[in-house]
């Protein structure tokens, strides 16, 4: 019998069991918005961030993706998100998940910070902030994102060196 952390004999998992876990990820995203701050025209969910790092150790970079596009698509329909959410959580999702597929370590976590920050920013600043009207320096979207990330990617981190050390350390090696 095999348990739902367990990989098959090439070491993958299958198609539902991802589909299963980024459906958990998007609900605790989603579960965990009632923790946000305002930063400007931005609203800041710190807890994106450690479920951006979780999906791409757990599932790898483009199920990340998908798991911050729909946790956006989901935020902004409810009225919880602002546009920024797209570009604000992506970029961070998809770096992380390249990191965690090159290296295989909790400290690539740091690589969604450098996503969000300085890439997310940029296509805020470039995109988003001419559509919407408003005008938005990168710099003050780059500070706001970079306020909820760190800290999110710190969590992150620290989770995954949990599970490293716990029987949850074969769920991290099925990607």
Not at 6 to 35: C, P, Y
Not at 102 to 116: C, D, Y
Request: hydrophobic share 50%.
């Amino acid at each position: 019998m095999r348990f739902w952390f367990q990989t098959d004999k090439t070491g993958n998992r299958s198609r539902i069991e991802k589909l299963t876990l980024a459906g958990l990820f998007v609900a605790a995203a989603i579960l965990l918005s009632g923790v946000h701050f305002p930063m400007g025209p931005t609203r800041c969910y710190p807890f994106q961030h450690t479920i951006n790092v979780l999906a791409g150790a757990f599932l790898g970079p483009w199920w990340a993706v998908g798991v911050a596009f729909i946790t956006s698509v989901i935020r902004n329909m409810t009225g919880m998100g602002t546009l920024f959410a797209f570009p604000g959580s992506i970029p961070g999702a998809i770096t992380a998940g390249l990191a965690f597929k090159f290296f295989s370590r909790p400290i690539s976590a740091l690589a969604e910070p450098l996503g969000t920050g300085p890439i997310g920013a940029a296509l805020s600043a470039l995109l988003l902030g001419p559509a919407m009207g408003k005008p938005v320096g990168f710099l003050s979207l780059q500070t706001a994102f970079l306020v909820s990330s760190i800290p999110g990617a710190l969590l992150g981190m620290g989770i995954l060196h949990v599970f490293q050390k716990t029987p949850f350390r074969k769920v991290l090696r099925g990607r």
